[in-house]
């Protein structure tokens, strides 16, 4: 390259974006219309006797109809828990953002398992196995989203 | 029963964090000549083309209609695919599958991703995938590996020096491969006093960002000596979902690997995979996950792998050569790096993998895809069939 030839300058452009969505419930509008009444509804396979959230027309397992909805209860069991201590990107905002809460999965009394965030900021007092009950909006404000249960708080036996 | 089939080249990118001197479709076009010079072939050879990204990872949708023609492509049999981080093992997958009905000669299949265009990748990817379930979770890669290596320790008794024991095997290879991104000379120290993410993981258990593509030529057994006289055999592939829960709320342990490792060694025979599989490329996107990886693809019993490493039994000239190459967490271009995978477990077959082949001959060897939330592609190659 002769000195008056210079390295060419890559340019990289930014953008960006939202645009909104309109995802249909389906099957699943049970499982929202419950989370407006404080209830967490499961189906259940009538093969294996496996009640799976998300609920699912057909077992995923053994592929029979799901028909029966079962109320899973207020409280569930820590099989999980983690905390993330780092910025990261929020799906709905799309900006770095942080979280004090752990993220837990529990498996309810009515046998199926979710996700939530646990009222408890200090995982060293977060055990397996340990008793969650679900902390949930005021009635005004749930519209059956997944985030009307607020936290997951560890309650005494 | 279809034809059998055999990939003839492959090529790869120099993988690297940045590539703002490149388009996608110029990236793609890096490892496109080296897979045809290494098949000794030239684009107007290729009669069928696969290819696939993780569009969120690099924010292009449709993106083959961008990258065809650059490929010199355009007016040939085709598609695109695109399945998170299986990305390149459903086009693998795919490919293998046309191929093996004999209607064309032969295929190229590429994946690439560009992860310096689109910083965001994960938070549309992850928690975003499904608004709905997982929208006001921040999912992602580490929070998945958080989860199931939280699972995995505490089942197993495995500590913190054992994951930062993965994690240096994995630097000490990929200090061997020329094509791997991350060349850290890493120790135990540097790895256990690393920034943590979310507990166990650390940034170094992580797999990285990359920008790069790799490619694959495959033909029926009729068009096979045209082009090589290296064939690498394909003797099998599978890819399955899991069945599970969409939140990972399912047991954090549980994987489709061991069902699709399972179905595999069925049909083939493989009765012992330590012996009768001589290399591994197995897609683990965090360093924590080998361990469980080795469990369910049938090297060891659950949840003892971390006792392999206190042994030192893991490693290129080691009783168990996984992933010499380095694997995924010093290299992760997420839609190609099953291809990359499975251009490595080809240059193993060989013998062409220069600084990090596996000693001895290689008659088989694994390479597999992991995505999303298990889901997982396995592919198995042999030296002759």
Not at chain 1, 77 to 89: C, E, G, T, V
Request: net charge negative; aromatic share 8%.
């Amino acid at each position: 390259m002769s000195a008056d030839e210079k390295k060419p300058e890559y340019i990289q452009f930014r953008y960006p974006r939202s645009y909104p969505y309109y995802h249909a419930l389906g099957y699943q509008s049970k499982f929202a219309h419950g989370l407006k009444q404080r209830r967490i509804l499961a189906t259940k396979c009538p093969e294996c006797g496996r009640c799976t959230i998300p609920p699912r027309v057909v077992c995923p397992m053994h592929h029979c109809k799901q028909e029966e909805w079962v109320d899973q209860g207020q409280r569930g069991r820590l099989i999980s828990a983690f905390k993330i201590h780092f910025p990261m990107f929020n799906s709905r905002t799309g900006e770095l953002t942080t979280w004090q809460n752990p993220i837990v999965a529990i498996e309810l009394e009515g046998g199926a398992r979710m996700d939530g965030w646990c009222e408890e900021t200090d995982t060293d007092k977060l055990k397996t196995g340990m008793l969650l009950e679900a902390i949930w909006r005021p009635d005004e404000e749930r519209q059956g989203r997944v985030d009307d249960i607020l936290y997951w708080k560890p309650i005494p036996e | 029963m279809g034809e059998r089939i055999a990939i003839v080249g492959v090529g790869q990118t120099h993988h690297k964090s940045r590539r703002p001197d490149v388009t996608t479709a110029e990236l793609c076009s890096e490892a496109v000549e080296r897979a045809l010079a290494d098949a000794n072939m030239q684009i107007k050879d290729i009669e069928h083309v696969i290819m696939g990204s993780f569009e969120p990872a690099d924010g292009y949708h449709i993106p083959d209609k961008w990258i065809m023609p650059e490929c010199g492509v355009v007016g040939k049999s085709g598609f695109e695919m695109q399945n998170v981080g299986t990305t390149g093992g459903v086009v693998a997958a795919a490919g293998f599958t046309v191929a093996a009905t004999g209607l064309f000669d032969t295929l190229l299949c590429f994946a690439w991703q560009k992860m310096d265009e689109a910083a965001g990748a994960f938070g549309k990817g992850g928690g975003g995938a499904n608004e709905y379930w997982t929208g006001q979770f921040p999912m992602s890669p580490i929070t998945n590996f958080a989860r199931r290596a939280y699972a995995y320790m505490d089942r197993s008794g495995c500590t913190e020096e054992h994951l930062a024991m993965v994690r240096v095997k994995q630097d000490q290879c990929a200090q061997r491969n020329e094509y791997a991104q991350l060349k850290l000379g890493l120790t135990l120290e540097k790895v256990m006093n690393d920034t943590l993410l979310a507990w166990p993981i650390r940034r170094l258990h992580m797999c990285p960002t990359t920008a790069g593509a790799a490619a694959f030529i495959v033909c029926p057994e009729r068009a096979v000596s045209k082009w090589t006289n290296k064939p690498v055999w394909v003797e099998d592939w599978f890819t399955c979902h899991q069945g599970g829960g969409l939140t990972m709320a399912e047991d954090p342990s549980a994987s489709t690997l061991r069902h699709a490792c399972e179905v595999v060694y069925k049909r083939r025979g493989i009765t012992n995979p330590l012996k009768d599989i001589q290399a591994w490329e197995v897609y683990e996107p965090a360093s924590t996950a080998e361990l469980r990886w080795m469990e369910e693809v049938g090297i060891c019993d659950d949840y003892t792998a971390f006792k392999l490493f206190e042994q030192d039994k893991v490693g290129i000239e080691k009783e168990i050569p996984f992933n010499p190459s380095g694997g995924v967490t010093a290299t992760n271009p997420i839609g190609a790096t099953p291809i990359v995978r499975l251009v490595e477990a080809c240059l193993q077959v060989r013998g062409d993998a220069a600084d990090h082949q596996v000693p001895g001959t290689i008659n088989r060897a694994l390479a597999t895809a992991y995505g999303g939330q298990g889901e997982n592609v396995v592919m198995l190659l042999r030296k002759s069939l």
